[in-house]
């Protein structure tokens, strides 16, 4: 009788610790969620000053002292590819070399979203590259793949004993969209198109895992507070069986609500980046959510402030701004939102119901909470593709331009022509002797119209930041690759011109034969005319090759091949084209009709 009663206890105990059972000795773990990182652009100069560490060290009490970590990873992490067309006029284009993930694995970081506008910044081999990285790094990147099919799987990551699935989604780039043969992101558009593509990767994270995160890159940038539109998908998801929804894309944080028990974050705002004064982008916040095998019990919400390169807890007039921006955006959402400020945290208690369905079966794959590391060689010292072997083919008919700081100038090319206010591609070709010493490097690209006054100038990170000058070597031939983002809304053909400053003394390099350049350092490097009428209504030398040599005249045939290796339409897409061409024809059939009447109904 007495191993009869010992039996009942062990299975009784058993029971008792299993996860997900009605008397289970429930154990809770935290998760850190954060808005948009950006690691491009003007990130590498100052990591490679200051280390990683430094990024996010401020808070990394929250990152690395969380059980699990996940942030909106907005940029591509690359050696390859080339500026990609997304479809826009004037692109933001972001890629940063491997190591920069140190940042994240510094910081703690265990998960990615990668379902974003940036992600394709540089075509479909930029972003095979970077899943390779991240899965080096150890950092799982969720909504994105080779395919559909991969891009659409959610992730899993371990937690103890619970495994928490990450679902991601971007809504607003149907170009980038993965297909049934091509890379991308998981895209749906919003609100019924959205929900019937997101049913199967949420039934298959129920199937798998304890706790389902859809965390969405959805609406506008720089809104105030979410639409309709994103407020019904938010709710549909839940109603699906998503445990809470933490979204980035505004880079501006929004209010929460809780809609069924379940926590919905509208947008996270920006968490990290190199440039923080648009809007009001440097007001951020960091998300800690509880859970367990329930769901999510508690959020907390710490005030952040954003600086260039370097984000921080937010103190005085910061941490009133951003209290009032939670606490006025969420209570209209919902009056009744339960949001207390404790401390220099709002918090947000919620009261989860347990699941009815524990997990099934454990996924195939499952990234360890805690795992990511520093990426390991040999993918550290991969060179970008502005490092050559030797100099380019078109730079041979130039003179070349030796400047005292030992940089040589071996050529440069841009479009031939863009639209005005368009973006254009530009490369100057350097010969470099080695690291520059004494600062921080940029370049500058001035255009001055010559028959006008009109003028703009482009600075920038050389290289787009993706071989900085730290990483020079004696010899090396490096092209100084950069999308202009052009101001000049005057038609015209304008020389271009090029130079180099040090961004700490504000001294500038000079030709060390002064009639090479003009008094400002810069040296001319080509030419590029602003027309309206006869090239592609996008940026120049992305969709298109963009350099004609013998002609103006936009070459039609070779942009349609372009366009047909590197964009992809969306079933929506084409569902709109189909629209369109039937609108057109039940018009032209609308017309015909009508004036056969008018000829039948003509007095005679």
């Known amino acids: 009788m007495k191993k009869i009663s010992l039996w009942i206890a062990a299975f009784t105990l058993a029971a008792a610790i299993a996860p997900g059972s009605a008397g289970a000795a429930r154990k809770s773990y935290t998760l850190f969620a954060g808005g948009d990182v950006n690691l491009g652009r003007w990130v590498p100069q100052k990591i490679s000053e200051v280390g990683p560490k430094w990024a996010l060290e ?15 990873l907005e940029c591509v992490v690359s050696t390859k590819g080339r500026f990609w067309d997304k479809g826009e006029h004037r692109p933001f284009l972001y890629r940063a070399r491997p190591e920069l993930l140190d940042v994240l694995t510094e910081a703690g970081i265990d998960v990615v979203t990668v379902a974003n506008n940036h992600t394709m910044d540089f075509g479909p081999d930029a972003l095979l590259e970077e899943l390779e990285l991240l899965d080096a790094a150890g950092i799982a990147g969720a909504g994105a793949g080779k395919n559909l099919e991969a891009a659409a799987k959610p992730i899993y990551v371990q937690v103890g004993d619970l495994v928490v ?8 780039f149907p170009i980038s969209a993965a297909t049934e043969e091509k890379p991308g992101v998981f895209h749906g558009d919003m609100v019924a198109p959205a929900l019937e593509i997101l049913k199967k990767p949420v039934a298959e994270a129920r199937e798998h895992a304890d706790l389902v995160v859809f965390s969405p890159h959805w609406g506008d940038n720089w809104t105030e507070r979410p639409t309709e539109k994103l ?11 998503v445990d809470g929804v933490l979204g980035h894309s505004a880079h501006h944080i929004h209010g929460v609500e809780v809609y069924k028990g379940k926590p919905i974050v509208y947008d996270m705002g920006s968490l990290f980046f190199d440039t923080t004064g648009q809007g009001r982008m440097r007001y951020g916040a960091g998300y800690v959510l509880e859970f367990d095998a329930r769901g999510f019990s508690k959020l907390t919400m710490h ?24 606490t006025s955006l969420s209570a209209e959402l919902d009056p009744k939102v339960p949001l207390t400020v404790e401390g220099k ?6 009261q989860p119901e347990a699941r009815p369905h524990p997990r099934k079966s454990d996924p195939e794959k499952v990234y360890a909470a805690g795992s990511s590391r520093a990426l390991p060689e040999p993918f550290r010292s991969r060179k970008t593709d502005v490092v050559l072997e030797a100099p380019p083919e078109w730079a041979a008919d130039f003179a070349d331009v030796a400047l005292d700081n030992g940089v040589v100038i071996l050529g440069g090319r841009s479009s031939d022509a863009v639209r005005p206010r368009n973006a254009f591609v530009a490369e100057i070709a350097l010969e470099v002797p080695g690291v520059l010493e004494g600062g921080r490097w940029e370049a500058t690209l001035k255009a001055v119209q010559r028959d006008g006054a009109a003028r703009f100038v482009w600075s920038h990170p050389i290289a787009d930041g993706t071989w900085i000058t730290p990483l020079w070597q004696e010899g090396q031939i490096v092209v100084d690759r950069t999308l202009v983002r052009s101001t000049g809304s005057e038609a015209g053909v304008y020389d271009l011109s090029w130079r180099i400053e040090n961004l700490k003394t504000r001294k500038f390099a000079r030709p060390v034969d002064a009639s090479k350049g003009d008094e400002d350092g810069f040296v001319r490097v080509g030419e590029i005319e ?12 992305v969709a298109w090759d963009g350099w004609l040599p013998k002609s103006k005249e936009f070459d039609a045939e070779k942009f349609k091949k372009a366009l047909d290796a590197d964009r992809v339409l969306s079933p929506l897409a084409i569902a709109g084209i189909a629209a369109g061409a039937a609108l057109v024809l ?13 000829r039948r109904d003509r007095p005679r």
């Open 58 to 72: 401020a808070i990394s009490d929250l990152t690395a002292g969380a059980d699990v970590a996940l942030v909106n």
């Open 231 to 241: 407020k019904e998908l938010a709710h549909a998801v839940i109603d699906l069986g």
């Open 586 to 598: 039940a018009a032209a059939i609308f017309l015909v009709v009508r004036v056969r009447r008018r």
């Open 345 to 350: 945290t709002l918090v947000l208690r919620l």
């Open 165 to 172: 699935a990450v679902i991601a989604f971007e809504t607003q």
């Open 530 to 541: 602003l027309r309206r009428k006869g090239i592609p209504d996008g940026p120049a030398g």
């Open 303 to 326: 005030p952040l402030l954003l600086k260039a390169n370097r984000t921080e807890r937010a103190e005085g007039e910061a941490w009133e701004k951003i209290k009032e921006l939670l």
